[in-house]
């Protein structure tokens, strides 16, 4: 799915990634955006930091 996301010009983002053996899978598949609790845990709104 990656290769067909990136062959029609769309962003791709794994989602749920919870370990660094999930994210090295989908880094070697090319996908080069990443989300889930290894990355960053949920957190109240009033605690988002601003850009």
């Not at 598949?29 to 989300?35: I, K």
């Amino acid at each position: 799915m990656v290769q067909v996301a990136q062959r029609m010009g769309l962003l791709v983002l794994a989602e749920g990634v919870e370990t660094e053996a999930e994210l090295a899978a989908v880094r070697a598949l090319g996908c080069p955006l990443a989300q889930g609790y290894l990355l960053g845990r949920p957190v109240p709104s009033d605690q988002v930091p601003l850009a």
